[in-house]
């Protein structure tokens, strides 16, 4: 397992260049226009990409949470609340609007 605190310090440190206000307008459009949640299903950075031209941080991915704490697309099985993993690391944040936000996060091997 990767150390956390190197973990940590190198994530934090991308997520301190991403631009929050343009994930704030992909959940906006998602939250409007549903069928753009499909085509994020299927593309996730090339969906976000053609809404605002956001970019996800090296290492990292993305997805769409709604109200229930779903993600779209799901998180890969064994990545994330596997009961088989005893410890794992995770580094996320969200900016949303209404009931609808976009995570980036990361899952070290």
Not at 51 to 71: K, Q, S
């Amino acid at each position: 397992m990767t150390d956390t605190r190197e973990f940590v310090t190198t994530s934090a440190a991308s997520l301190a260049r991403v631009d929050y206000a343009k994930m704030r307008e992909i959940a906006k459009a998602i939250h409007e226009d549903r069928s753009l949640l499909d085509a994020f299903e299927q593309d996730p950075e090339g969906t976000a990409r053609g809404i605002n031209g956001f970019e996800v941080p090296e290492g990292f991915h993305i997805h769409v949470a709604d109200a229930e704490n779903r993600l779209y697309p799901a998180e890969e099985a064994g990545v994330f609340g596997d009961e088989s993993r005893e410890a794992w690391d995770r580094m996320e944040v969200r900016a949303g609007h209404k009931t609808i936000s976009l995570v980036v996060c990361c899952t070290p091997a």
